[in-house]
Every structure is written in C-alpha cells, then in structure tokens.
C-alpha cells in the first residue's frame, strides 16, 4: 500500500510561484510513475503533469507547458511540481498520485491507483 501527502498549496496572486511537494511511504517509489492532477469546483479532475519512474521522462497539459515544471528525488520519495506564471484558472484542488508498482510510465488517469488527500492552490487576481 502507498500513502502520498501534498503540500505547499495556498493563496497566492496572479503571476507568483508555487511549489508543491508529495511525500510517498511504502516501497518501491522509483519502479512508479507519479503524477500530478487538479480538480476545479464542478470539473473532473483532469492530468497536469506525469513522470516517468526514473525520472526521465515527462509530460504536461497543453494549459501548463513551459509554465510547470515536474521532477522527482527518488531518494526522499518525493515528487514535486514547480508552478510559475500563475493565473487564476490554476485554481483547483491539487492531487499527487501513483501508478501500482512496476508502472513506470502512465499518462492517463485511470493508470493511477493510489491518492492524495489533495491541497487547495488558489491564484487571485
């Protein structure tokens, strides 16, 4: 079993950044793909960014490339998403997740089997 806690959500202006963190316990980190989605008020949840297990490779949205950056330390268990250039429509509720253990690459949603709590990012304007 693999538990994941974000944070370093928060209110924040438009334009500043913001850096998220997800922890992850259990074993076998770096044999996972971990990714980042958001869920505004009324919306699915929809993929923001993914990385592979060893950290080679990366995706995003189209709403956030060149703006977020996703990287992980697979010796701390942990994956991070770096948020520059905010606008309000990045306001959502921020969720880490991972794939089982021996997925190493996953785009999709429905490749993600273990769940954050979530953190609240809200950008004013």
């Known amino acids: 079993q693999v538990q994941l806690v974000e944070s370093g959500g928060g209110l924040v202006q438009v334009g500043v950044s913001l850096r998220l963190s997800c922890v992850a316990s259990?074993?076998?980190?770096?044999?996972?793909?971990m990714g980042w989605f958001r869920q505004a008020p009324g919306k699915e949840r929809d993929v923001v960014a993914t990385i592979s297990g060893s950290g080679g490779s990366t995706d995003y949205a189209d709403s956030v490339k060149g703006r977020f950056t996703i990287a992980r330390d697979n010796a701390k268990n942990t994956v991070y998403l770096q948020m520059n250039s905010l606008k309000p429509e990045d306001t959502a509720v921020y969720y880490c997740?991972?794939?089982?253990?021996?997925?190493?690459?996953?785009?999709?949603?429905?490749?993600?089997?273990?769940w954050g709590q979530g953190t609240q990012v809200t950008v004013s304007s």
């Open positions: 259990g074993p076998t980190f770096s044999f996972r793909a």
């Open positions: 997740a991972a794939t089982r253990s021996g997925r190493r690459y996953g785009a999709l949603r429905m490749e993600y089997d273990y």
